[in-house]
């Protein structure tokens, strides 16, 4: 899984998600639409008079999932959260030219004055996939930032007793020579393992 796969998944196939950012040390959702993507990160717009905006301007840190599918298990959820800054005319043109319901919403050049385009430039994402046996999941990190993906994995002292894989609900962990492997691509992050470990080297990390 790659970060050009993710971004043109959620440009493409959800387009609109739901976007969390603080205001007050409180989180605040709304729904915006990610209108493209390159290199460089993800990219959409606001207009300066909404609260969105304020928040933005405010922390400039926002967090969005998007799901697609017909039920819960044929969906894919992807989840980026990261750094935002504002850009210049030049992509707020490129979002307009690429969106034509834009130029519905804001006909007019003196209309559109009201827009600021946006770019989550750093952070990380997450693809969630539930349409797989066993379920897909992929944590990567873009523009610099530091991957901080939760996982569960196996420490010094397995004894290979074999209780994790009784209770791993995705069947995901295998006995090594060394211990208990667990394959991450496929983790509900459940923490079942954890739970029934009786010597304790599975950590969440």
């Known amino acids: 899984m790659t970060k050009e796969r993710i971004f043109e998944f959620i440009v493409d196939d959800i387009h609109t998600v739901v976007a969390a950012t603080s205001e007050g040390g409180l989180p605040v959702t709304c729904a915006i639409d990610v209108m493209d993507w390159d290199g460089g990160g993800l990219y959409f717009l ?12 405010e922390t400039p840190y926002i967090s969005l999932t998007g799901i697609k599918g017909e039920d819960t298990m044929h969906r894919i959820a992807v989840t980026v959260r990261g750094k935002v800054r ?8 490129r979002l307009i030219q690429k969106n034509a319901y834009m130029r519905e919403i804001y006909p007019t050049e003196r209309s559109r004055e009201a827009l600021e385009a946006f770019c989550i ?23 610099g930032a530091v ?8 420490g010094d002292g397995c004894t290979g ?16 020579q060394s211990g ?3 394959a991450q691509e496929h983790c509900l992050r459940c923490g079942n393992c ?3 470990c009786p010597v304790g080297p599975i950590q969440r990390r």
Do not use: H
């Open 46 to 57: 606001t207009a300066k008079g909404k609260s969105f905006y304020r928040r933005l301007e």
């Open 86 to 93: 504002p850009e210049g005319a030049e992509v707020l043109a």
């Open 194 to 196: 954890m739970a029934v």
């Open 180 to 182: 208990a492997v667990i």
């Open 121 to 143: 430039y750093e952070g990380s994402a997450e693809w969630f996939d539930l349409s797989k046996r066993p379920i897909e999941r992929f944590t990567l990190s873009f523009g």
């Open 161 to 176: 007793c074999g209780r994790c894989l009784e209770v791993c609900p995705q069947n995901c962990i295998a006995l090594a």
């Open 147 to 154: 991957e901080r993906g939760e996982e569960y994995s196996v």
